[in-house]
């Protein structure tokens, strides 16, 4: 797997690449910002699709967008369509992971 231009500009110092991973996980550890990423995953799209998708005002969008692109998680390009970075792509690991039951439920049923 190709390392993104994002980390390999981070990644000089133990400093980058703590400024690189506080942006990244700002820009993930957000319930509209998770939608937004689901949205994408499916298909690049512009701003005023996500809007209508999503049912918030563009103004919204527009500002966790920028957030998620400073964070590394989407790009957009020349007709304004925004699509997933590599770090981007977490959303499809966080999709699989939240359709398998927790461990943890097995263990208390067993154990009242």
Request: contains cysteine; hydrophobic residues 30%; charged residues 30%.
């Amino acid at each position: 797997m190709a390392v993104s231009e994002s980390w390999s500009k981070h990644s000089q110092s133990l400093d980058a690449s703590r400024e690189y991973h506080r942006r990244y996980f700002v820009a993930v550890s957000n319930a509209v910002r998770k939608e937004i990423l689901e949205k994408l995953a499916e298909h690049p799209s512009t701003a005023e699709e996500l809007s209508q998708k999503l049912g918030l005002p563009i103004d919204t969008i527009n500002y966790h967008l920028q957030i998620l692109e400073w964070g590394f998680c989407v790009t957009k390009d020349d007709q304004g369509r925004y699509t997933l970075t590599k770090e981007g792509r977490v959303i499809d690991y966080l999709g699989e992971r939240s359709k398998k039951p927790p461990k943890a439920n097995k263990w208390v049923s067993e154990n009242p």
